[in-house]
């Protein structure tokens, strides 16, 4: 999975890296107030954050004092930025009591829950997974059928309801099937919430609590629009606090110059990104990779 994200570098560089900009002025040989300016600029561009910006300026103004190539030391701020002990893995593999891994998909609408819940089955199925979709969203017909597509697409099988069922219920059934099927995973995509709304978010807790009534939620997948940026993080916030998230997924990271977002969430948040859009195909789902991610934003050619 490293590779599948390796293998869309270029894409990322293209498209947010903000290191071009960094090296033009570390090669200017001037780092007076104007430049460090500049910096900070670039930085909240790429939707950082002022915190965050001031934080990694700060260190890399240590850095040079002692000398240390300038993209070196970004690159090593970068990842320490990034440094969370949670687990960045999701597991695909079915529990030793033979219930299936369960993954519970939020988010607000638009950010792409149903496309990501389709890829995050293609890519379980090609680990090896017998993948199961529930489809939550019961109040938007179009939702529904979306997934069905990708999940003939990922080869994974579809649990649906009736318009207007109660999501709790399509969850447990779900559940149940896939038991029954002793499938590996099972993916249930939410319907989409604004996080203003209180009873929306209350409905999402419900949820969550049917399912445990057979089964562990082994994850709950907060799934950000990246082109948000800064606004991205009240959400989290908000959806943290409803359904205690356990890992963060960006999407559309291949179509924004504020890539920087990643950091000022994860930082913010304390919850793992573990999964990023980088395209539209359903094989676009990748495992996030520091390493791979901060080598795109810094990139200098």
Known sequence: MFNRLF???ERLERSQGFGRRFAAIFKSGR???EQWEELEEIL???????ELSTQLLTSLRQDLSNGEDPLTALKRELLALLAIQTPREIEFTRHSDGTPQVLLIVGVNGTGKTTTSGKLAKLAHDEGAKVFLAAADTFRAAATEQLETWANRANATLVRG???QDSASVAFDG???AQAAS???LIVDTAGRLHTKTDLMNELGKVKRVIEKGAKVDEVLLVLDATTGQNGILQAKIFAEAVNVTGLVLTKLDGTARGGVVLAVQRELGIPVKLVGIGEGIDDLATFDPEVFVDGLIASS
């Open 175 to 177: 559940l149940r099937e």
């Open 7 to 9: 293998a869309k570098r």
């Open 44 to 50: 909240l561009s790429a939707d950082v954050g002022l």
């Open 162 to 164: 009736q318009d207007g």
């Open 31 to 33: 780092l007076d107030p």
């Open 183 to 185: 499938a590996d995973l």
